[in-house]
Nanobody, 123 residues
Framework: QVQLVESGGGLVQAGGSLRLSCAAS????????MGWFRQAPGKEREFAAA????????HYADSVKGRFTISRDNAKNTVYLQMNSLKPEDTAVYYC????????????????WGQGTQVTVSS
């Protein structure tokens, strides 16, 4: 069982930066691939970024590539999402998720989800 708690969301002006954190419970965190997803009002949840269990492989949605960076610290059971050059269209609730398979591929099932943290980007 893995419990995930996101933090770091808030209100920021366009062009600004935020760093989201996702703290995980459980000694098996280091075995999980981790992902960040987001859901804007009235839209479906969408993939933003993912990182393999070792941190050696990362994946990004085209919409965030070059602006967002996902990283992890297995010693601290934490995954991060550094968001730079934020745009109003990045406004959403951001969720972190854990996949027991250990690595990301399109269609992979994420087994555990956090409650989300709100990110609002003003124009």
């Amino acid at each position: 069982q893995v419990q995930l708690v996101e933090s770091g969301g808030g209100l920021v002006q366009a062009g600004g930066s935020l760093r989201l954190s996702c703290a995980a419970s459980g000694r098996t965190f280091k075995h999980y691939a981790m992902g960040w997803f987001r859901q804007a009002p009235g839209k479906e949840r969408e993939f933003a970024a993912a990182i393999s269990w070792s941190g050696g492989t990362t994946h990004y949605a085209d919409s965030v590539k070059g602006r967002f960076t996902i990283s992890r610290d297995n010693a601290k059971n934490t995954v991060y999402l550094q968001m730079n050059s934020l745009k109003p269209e990045d406004t959403a609730v951001y969720y972190c998720a854990a996949a027991s398979v250990g690595y990301y591929y399109i269609g992979v099932e994420f087994d555990y989800w956090g409650q989300g943290t709100q990110v609002t980007v003003s124009s």
